[in-house]
C-alpha cells in the first residue's frame, strides 16, 4: 500500500458517497506525505526539538498551499484559522481518535453544490 493507493481509494469511497471515508483517506495520505519530507528527528521550526506530527502535519499543508499560491483561513469555532490547524486538530484527530467529525462539519451532496461546512 503507498500513499498513491490511499488517494485512490478516496476516489472510490468519494464517488460512493463516503465523505467521511474519503477525507481520512486523504489525510492519511497527507500523513504519508510529511513523513516523507519531514521524517522522524526532524528538527522542529519552533522549538529546540525533535517535528511533532502536528508541526509536520501543518508545514507541509502550508508548503503545498503556498505552491499555488493559496493562503486559506476558514472561521471555525468563532475564531478565523488556518486551514492547516482545522484539518488536523478537528478533520484528522477527530477522525482518527473519535471514528467521527464535529457536528459542525456537514457534507452535503454533489447536487446542491456540496460543501464542508465548518
Not at 525533535?50 to 508548503?63: I, K, S
Not at 493562503?71 to 484528522?92: H, S
Request: proline share 4%; hydrophobic share 40%.
Amino acid at each position: 500500500m503507498s500513499i498513491a493507493d490511499r488517494l485512490l481509494d478516496a476516489n472510490i469511497l468519494l464517488d460512493n458517497g463516503r465523505h467521511e471515508g474519503a477525507l481520512l483517506s486523504v489525510l492519511v495520505a497527507v500523513s504519508g506525505s510529511f513523513r516523507r519530507r519531514f521524517p522522524k528527528g526532524t528538527p522542529s521550526l519552533r522549538a529546540r526539538k525533535d517535528m511533532g506530527d502536528r508541526e509536520a502535519f501543518e508545514t507541509f499543508l502550508r508548503q503545498e498551499m503556498q505552491k499555488t499560491r493559496i493562503r486559506c483561513m476558514v472561521l471555525f469555532e468563532g475564531e478565523c484559522q488556518p486551514v492547516e490547524k482545522v484539518f488536523y486538530k478537528w478533520l484528522r484527530c477527530s477522525l482518527a481518535h473519535e471514528g467521527a467529525l464535529p457536528e459542525q462539519i456537514d457534507f452535503r451532496p454533489e447536487e446542491s453544490n456540496r460543501v464542508a461546512q465548518l
